[in-house]
């Protein structure tokens, strides 16, 4: 099994910035797909932004392309996400899954982590 831990949640205000991370266990890290997805009260979980196997192909969902940044890095077997000017709509869990034969489908992800809180305040 894959096991997927988030951090870097909390509260900022409106425009600030925060990074999360999600740390993954094993061996076979940089054979994955990695993706980030977001699940606000009241709302379905949505992608957010993915990254393919090496690092070389990115994704991201229309709400926050420019202002949000994925990366990776397979020797620390460790997925970023860097979100910029940040917006009250913002708010929500932020979950990473991996391994996904479709970048964008959120359904199709087999491994998920516990989440962590993003609150952007106005």
């Known amino acids: 099994q894959v096991q997927l831990v988030e951090s870097g949640g909390g509260l900022v205000q409106a425009g600030g910035s925060l990074r999360l991370s999600c740390a993954a266990s094993?061996?076979?890290?940089?054979?994955?797909?990695m993706g980030w997805f977001r699940q606000a009260p009241g709302k379905e979980r949505e992608f957010v932004t993915a990254?393919?196997?090496?690092?070389?192909?990115?994704y991201y969902a229309d709400s926050v392309k420019g202002r949000f940044t994925i990366s990776r890095d397979n020797a620390k077997n460790t997925v970023y996400l860097q979100m910029n000017v940040l917006k009250p709509e913002d708010t929500a869990v932020y979950y990473c899954?991996?391994?996904?034969?479709?970048?964008?489908?959120?359904?199709?992800?087999?491994?998920w982590g516990q989440g962590t809180q993003v609150t952007v305040s106005s």
């Open positions: 990254i393919s196997r090496g690092g070389g192909t990115t």
């Open positions: 899954g991996a391994d996904s034969p479709m970048a964008t489908r959120i359904d199709l992800y087999k491994y």
């Open positions: 094993g061996r076979t890290f940089s054979n994955y797909v």
